[in-house]
């Protein structure tokens, strides 16, 4: 969750992607350019990099910063459509690998109204792409009660889902729930014990988010995407930030890496039932002095994946 200055696990991305100085490669989630900046610096001229980002802000601020960088594309666009998107703007060539970094940006959270934060009131949206679906505070006011608490229990593993989701629809009644402050002050109501640095909305706040942008689903959808698009010995580096999401990567990494388990018991496996990837290394963390630099990363987890011919 690094800022424009801070990518996170920025080496390990880099040498999880095993850069080629002319390669085509794709950063998934651009934020403020943080680690395309890092690939264009490694590569040569005939290097390009396709940057894609579902938030029309950085996109705009990506412009800006690359004003002059002519090898690099950049795409307001969500990752779940990468299946479409890369070969409509890499011309015939190569993907030689997909960055996808999942931390939410700073420029998102200390921005109070897009409404991500629950330390700053604004209003209450969270939509990463805000031209695009409903802000949180639409589906708030009319989703059930079993239907809020599921959010919260599932996207933010969150113990008092039901107080909370109870404590919403009863604050509807009167008026509606339109600032992240209300709902922050809210939640720190109805959960009764708070986990030590942690703020009583936090896990409220998130499962919202994951929802609200659908990200599990975009996710799954966006690894697919990667895997059609990449070429055979290219890599697939993903970034986390918290268990549901890496879970999601850990599994889709295995399930990959495996042959198809209809089809595998057969003597001569057909090419479409064959592994597609092979796992790289293990599963790393950032190191304590990237820590000491930047505390958002202490949940980050990278692991990294190659295409089989």
Known sequence: MGDEHTPVLAAEALAGLALEADGYYVDATFGRGGHTALILQALGREGRVLAVDRDPQAIAAGAQRFADEVRLTLVHASFSDLGALVPLHAEGRACRGVLFDLGVSSP?????????????????????DPTRGEPVSAWLARASVDEIREVIASFGEERFARRVARAIVEARRTAPLTRTGQLAQLVAQAVRTREPGKHPATRTFQALRMFINDELGSLERGLRGALATLSSGGRLVVITFHSLEDRAVKRFMQRESQPDPALAHLPVLPPRAAPQLKIVGRKTRPAEAELKRNPR????????????A
């Not at 998102?108 to 990463?128: E, I």
């Open 297 to 308: 990363a202490r949940s980050a987890l990278l692991r990294v994946a190659e295409k089989l």
């Open 108 to 128: 998102q959270l200390d921005d109070a109204r897009r409404g991500f934060s629950f330390r700053a009131d604004g209003p209450l949206d969270m939509r990463m």
